[in-house]
């Protein structure tokens, strides 16, 4: 059983950079057959997805964050990873890692737990 | 804003039946594109409910049912349960925003 799990800091200061590690359990991140996704969810909100990762650092990021993001994967620790700069108060919510097929429209099907991320001074 | 379009909420009574619709457009789920189906459980992760318009993954009652026409889709519920209350979520993807999309959101409330 595949198991995903966010790790970082809970709090940022506008301005600065957030950074989440997603370590994967129960699978290889290299297995070839999925991509990696980061989604988060403001408080009382709908999911947003941010974007995602091949083992092979392919990537493509959400057009309304790309600015912004950065993600990144070290296969070597079984890990991946989400940059994003510049953070507002805007970017407080809960970040999710999630595991999702190759193909373009594929569901995202393991989840992690979720960690939330509050930016304030 | 979303760019698929679901009901706030929905409601209904122990042992009814519910939909929730998701509607999209010509660049999502009217270009082709396959609709997921998430349930998130208070406090709780989003989890794969129904996959590839109409399909579901181990463990989940086939109580849920998924189906896709034209530029919407449809998760449907039967037999509620008190169990089934949660926020439910379409995705799909969009061609125009070359980005995965969700819906905002459905709060299913049973009586």
């Known amino acids: 059983q595949v198991q995903l799990q966010e790790s970082g800091p809970g709090l940022v200061k506008p301005s600065q950079t957030l950074s989440l590690t997603c370590t994967v359990s129960g699978g290889s991140i290299n297995s070839g057959s999925h991509y990696w996704s980061w989604i988060r969810q403001p408080a009382g909100k709908g999911l947003e997805w941010i974007g995602r990762i091949y083992s092979s650092g392919s990537t493509n990021y959400n057009p309304s964050l790309k600015s912004r993001v950065t993600i990144s994967v070290d296969t070597s620790k079984n890990q991946f990873s989400l940059r994003l700069n510049s953070v507002t108060a805007a970017d407080t919510a809960v970040y999710y890692c999630a595991r999702v097929g190759r193909r373009i429209a594929a569901p995202l099907d393991y989840w992690g737990q979720g960690t939330l991320v509050t930016v304030s001074s | 804003q979303s760019v698929l379009t679901q009901p706030p909420s929905v409601s209904g009574a122990p042992g009814q039946r519910v939909t929730i619709s998701c509607t999209g457009s010509?660049?999502?789920?009217?270009?082709?594109?396959?609709v997921h189906w998430y349930q998130q459980l208070p406090g709780t992760a989003p989890k794969l409910l129904i996959y590839?318009?109409?399909n579901r993954p181990s463990g989940v009652p086939d109580r849920f049912s998924g189906s896709k026409s034209g530029t919407s889709a449809s998760l449907a519920i039967t037999g509620l349960q008190a169990e089934d209350e949660a926020d439910y979520y379409c995705q799909s993807y969009d061609s125009s925003l070359t980005a995965s999309v969700f819906g905002g959101g459905t709060k299913l409330t049973v009586l």
């Open positions: 010509s660049s999502n789920i009217g270009a082709g594109y396959d």
């Open positions: 590839d318009n109409s």
